[in-house]
DNA sequence: CCTGAAACCTGTCTGC
DNA sequence: TGCAGACAGGTTTCAG
């Protein structure tokens, strides 16, 4: 589920409750269970983590780039939900826990925190250094830092092409694979063209259709997938990615799809030059 | 230093 | 029906 419009979906929730259940403010946690001992990234065990965290109360949930960013009194909970990672908040007596749910936190009111994943790609730190985690990303493509002028700086004399820097977190922080090839077929430019040849209008367009796909990402709740994550529309907005063989919206010729650094890639041939 | 590929996991779908 | 292989929203690690 995870780029960056499904997380912040989930962190707004989180905030004001919606889509995965109540909300968590205020709620104060009583212990963590831990049922893969790879999906908790802590200095110790899980019993110890859970007695680190107890009487904790949780003051703030937030967003930088595709980590969820859970603050109380003392320590920090980051959240990266990888592939198919997911969180809910719901009352303990909603029932038994689910398959594939791999730690929960417990609060003294009754209620829960769950992180689900199936493919135990997520990661839980439980950590008072969220700097240590976070630092090697980039800017926040809907920051004020993120202009066509820093992005005509940041490709100039890049040799890789421009859908794996859109890719590469340390660049832009929060683009996946879904809203590379959608903002790129936006502004019209191929996921294979050398980043470093961009013009300055081209970099213009690209920045302009990156903030545009995904603030409209965000207003539909992201983008929801069969088997994970459920309420978002924006998989009914789709221009190019999963369409192969579709014709594209804009000029009628059908979408193909290539593999580019090891992703499905999919673009409009015509439009896309 | 840079780049591309493999690895990490499980589930689903497709084609033979 | 069965089974091998491809593929999936991401990131880290390793080899060249």
Redesign the pocket.
């Given at each position: 589920?995870?780029?960056l419009p499904?997380v912040e979906t989930v962190v707004r929730s989180l905030r004001t409750g919606g889509m995965t259940g109540e909300p968590i403010l205020d709620r104060q946690i009583r212990s963590v269970d831990c049922f893969n001992s790879?999906t908790l990234v802590f200095d110790g065990d899980a019993e110890q983590c859970s007695r680190t965290l107890c009487g904790q109360h949780i003051l703030s949930a937030d967003r930088r780039?595709?980590?969820i960013r859970i603050g109380t009194e003392n320590y920090w909970i980051l959240i990266?939900?990888?592939?198919?990672g997911d969180l809910r908040c719901e009352a303990e007596t909603a029932g038994e826990l689910r398959?594939?749910d791999r730690l929960v936190f417990h609060f003294t009111d009754g209620m829960r925190l769950v992180f689900n994943d199936?493919?135990?790609?997520g990661r839980v730190w439980v950590t008072d250094d969220p700097e240590s985690?976070l630092s090697?990303l980039g800017v926040e493509p809907l920051g004020d830092e993120f202009t066509a002028e820093w992005l005509m700086e940041r490709l100039t004399g890049?040799?890789?092409?421009i859908k794996?820097v859109l890719?590469d977190?340390?660049v832009i922080?929060?683009?996946?694979?879904?809203?590379?090839d959608e903002s790129l077929f936006d502004a019209g430019i191929l996921p294979t063209r050398p980043a470093g040849s961009l013009s300055p209008e081209e970099c213009g367009r690209l920045r302009d259709s990156i903030r545009k796909t995904l603030t409209h990402a965000i207003e539909q709740n992201?983008?929801?997938?069969?088997?994970?994550?459920k309420g978002?529309h924006f998989?009914n907005e789709f221009r190019v990615?999963?369409r192969k063989g579709e014709l594209c919206p804009v000029c009628g010729t059908p979408i193909e799809?290539i593999?580019v650094?090891?992703?499905?890639t999919h673009f409009c041939p015509k439009c896309q030059h």
């Open positions: 589920m995870p780029e499904e790879k780039a595709k980590y990266h939900l990888r592939m198919s398959p594939h199936v493919r135990k790609f985690a090697g890049q040799r890789r092409v794996t890719l977190q340390s922080a929060g683009i996946g694979n879904i809203y590379a992201g983008s929801s997938f069969d088997w994970a994550y978002g998989q990615y999963q799809r593999v650094g090891q992703r499905g």
